[in-house]
C-alpha cells in the first residue's frame, strides 16, 4: 500500500504560481496515476468511513474530482455544490471570497434532508473559502456536517481555523 508520502511524492509543487510566492501543489500528477490514485481514494475514504455518513457534498470543479470518487468508495450519494447558474432547478446561493475577488456558489433546494449525515470535501484545505461557503449552504438546508475531508492540507494557512469545531480529516499534509 502506498503511504502518504509516497502520495505526496506524486504531487508537482509548482512555485510561483499562479502568482509569485505561491507554491502550487498540482495534483493532476497523482490523479493521473492509476496506482495513487486509487490508494488516495481507499485512504481518504478509510479515513472518513467512521463518520457514517448519508452523502458526500463537494464544491465545483476539483472537490467534484474528490467527492464523486469518495462517494463511490463509501456507497454514498454524491451532491454536488456548482458556480453561479449552473444548477437547473431552485437554488440557495452563498456568496465568498477569494484570493482576487469575489464567487459564488450554489446548491439545490432540495438536495438534502434536514437531519441528513454530510461529509464535506474538496481537493485542498487552504485558507477555507469555499469550504467555508460550501458548509454554509449545507447548515441553511439543515444537514449535519459529519466530517470536512481533504486530500490534500496546507497546514501552513489558517484553513483549519475556520473549520473550528467540526471533524476535519486530510490525507496529505504540507
Known sequence: MLSADDLKA???EIPDWPKPGISFKDITTL???GEAWGAAVRQLADLCRPYRAEAVVAPEARGFIIGSALAYELGLGWVPV???GKLP???LRSEYM???GADVLEIHRDALRPGERVIVVDD???TGGTI???LGLVRRLGAAVAAVAFLVELTYLPGRERLAGL???SLIEY
Do not use: F, G, Q, W
Request: glycine share 0%.
Open 124 to 126: 485542498v484545505l487552504a
Open 167 to 169: 471533524e476535519v480529516v
Open 10 to 12: 506524486r504531487i508537482r
Open 132 to 134: 467555508s461557503a460550501t
Open 98 to 100: 477569494l484570493e482576487y
Open 31 to 33: 490523479l493521473k496515476d
Open 82 to 84: 456548482r458556480k453561479r
Open 89 to 91: 432547478a431552485e437554488t
